[in-house]
């Protein structure tokens, strides 16, 4: 599939703007592991190959077992993720299919039994980020498996 457009030079600005929140997101304190993790499960859902490209590419480079990352779109039927991550999961999900249930009380409940408030909003702005970008690389079709683990934005 060809590249429809360079976005990154026709709006800098936008760009830049979605560069930031990724930088808030590496300096917050979430678990890097854990953000490739909801970012490859977003990434899954949506159907993005290039963010999914990406995301498995970081993920491994930051130690993450190909089990795991195989396993992510089963992860309710896995005994191999946490607590913690089950909850980020299910937050990715709801967040990401917004419109089947509008994020339900319990998996909300479920969240905050896992991750402190800050801890929940920065996993919010990682999953809203994340389906921004997997938008913006189906729309001007970015190509998949030209990403280099650790490659800066």
């Known amino acids: 599939m060809k590249p429809r457009m360079e976005y990154w030079k026709v709006a800098p600005g936008g760009f830049k703007a979605m560069s930031s ?6 300096d917050s304190g979430l678990d890097k592991p854990l953000l490739h993790m909801v970012k490859l499960r977003a990434s899954q859902i949506n159907g993005c190959a290039y963010c999914i490209d ?41 967040l990401t299919n917004v419109t089947d249930d509008h994020v339900p009380d319990a998996v909300y409940d479920s969240v905050r039994g896992q991750f402190s408030d800050k801890e929940l909003a920065d996993l919010t ?3 809203a980020a994340i389906n921004a970008w997997n938008r913006i690389s189906i729309a001007f079709r970015s190509e998949a498996g030209t990403y280099r683990a650790g490659a800066p934005l």
């Open 21 to 26: 929140l990724e930088a808030y997101l590496r």
């Open 54 to 94: 990406m995301h498995w590419k970081d993920a491994r480079a930051l130690g993450e077992s190909e089990q795991r990352l195989y396993g992510l779109d089963a992860w309710r039927e896995a005994s191999y993720y946490t607590d913690r991550e089950r909850a980020a999961l299910e937050w990715t999900e709801a």
């Open 125 to 127: 702005w990682a999953v």
